[in-house]
């Protein structure tokens, strides 16, 4: 297996994962060596984010993020919803902000559209519940289709002990969902105990 020499870390900005990573990959000039960086993986498939994160991870204090390439599926062939079902049980990636917008500017130099979108998993019948984010970055270039399809970019975390879920997401407020509401609403109780 390869890895990083000692003293490195990967660490990319989302500039660079958009402007570098996800733009090599769809346009299909990704240099072979970055496969042990960031895989391609099914992400919405039939394996649970913690199966996916044993399989993947390495170890080490360093890495708090595993980085996939994967292909969004949509829930009906000509429509444009996204299916983000996961896992063989009732699991789902949840967005829980309305996206960020990227500029990559530095990187690329044709016209485009990117972003960035937070998801924690859900899976009320879990221990694994909201213990999983994942951001996924994508990238349309006008006028041109993937080589790879509705490719994106996403990272994995699993969510520590001792971090908030919503800190995590960056723009937590914009999900109004009756769950997300208690989870600020417990939060706030819980600041308040101390």
């Known amino acids: 297996m390869e890895e990083l020499p000692p003293g490195f870390r990967f660490l990319p900005t989302d500039e660079q994962l958009v ?16 496969g042990f960086l960031i895989k391609h993986h099914d992400l919405y498939g039939q394996e649970e984010p913690w199966e996916i994160w044993e399989r993947f991870w390495t170890g080490g204090p360093f890495f708090e993020d595993l980085y996939f390439f994967t292909i969004l599926k949509k829930k009906s062939a000509n429509g444009s919803r996204v ?36 998801f924690v998993y859900r899976n009320p019948t879990s221990d694994e ?3 999983w ?39 937590s407020a914009d999900c109004d969902c009756a ?14 105990d101390d």
């Not at 402007?19 to 970055?34: A, D, F, W």
């Not at 990187?107 to 960035?116: D, I």
Request: aromatic share 8%.
């Open 83 to 118: 299916d983000r079902r996961t896992g063989s049980t009732a699991g789902y990636w949840h967005r829980v902000n309305s996206g960020t917008k990227i500029e990559v500017d530095d990187y690329v130099k044709e016209e485009y559209s990117a972003s960035k979108k937070t």
């Open 129 to 131: 519940h909201d213990v």
């Open 179 to 192: 769950h997300c509401r208690w989870r600020r609403r417990q939060e706030f109780s819980d600041d308040e």
């Open 133 to 171: 984010r994942m951001d996924e970055y994508s990238l349309e270039l006008e006028g041109k289709r993937s080589e790879n399809g509705d490719c994106v970019l996403c990272s994995l975390r699993k969510i520590g002990a001792g971090d908030s879920l919503y800190s995590l997401s960056g723009e």
């Open 19 to 34: 402007g570098v990573c996800l733009y090599e990959n769809v346009t299909g000039t990704l240099p072979p060596s970055h």
